[in-house]
């Protein structure tokens, strides 16, 4: 899959995430990466066995306070080829990615990784009826 065609299951992976959510996002640019940095890597202390799909770097928005202003924008960045080689169809790309566009998203909005997780299984757990 190239460049431009992974930029717009991105866009769609924003487009799913409700309404009330994409208003309040505040100060946070998406990008597209090939793959992590070798210090992205190394700060989140990942192995070369391990996989990253997203990343989210900033200050959440639960913990901005009152002199929170003129900083830099919060990045979220997707990374493609992990994506890419951990998937088997390009439905499989199209739901990695729009899981993953939420999962980071919900770290701008402060939510844990372990926050993050339960409500990944409740999904799941909800989707199937």
Known sequence: MDKEEFKKLVEAGI???????????DNVAIVIEDNPTPAQRKELNLGHSYSLFGLYEGVPQ???????????PDKITIFQ???QNYTRSNEEIKEMVK????HEIAHHFGMTEK??????????????G
Request: hydrophobic share 35%.
């Open 15 to 25: 487009e799913a995430i409700p309404k009330k959510f994409l208003k309040k996002l």
């Open 62 to 72: 639960i913990r901005r306070g009152a002199g929170y202003s003129g900083v830099l």
């Open 81 to 83: 080829k992990p994506i």
């Open 99 to 102: 899981n993953t566009v939420w």
């Open 115 to 128: 926050q993050i997780r339960v409500k990944e299984r409740q999904k799941r757990v909800d989707s199937r």
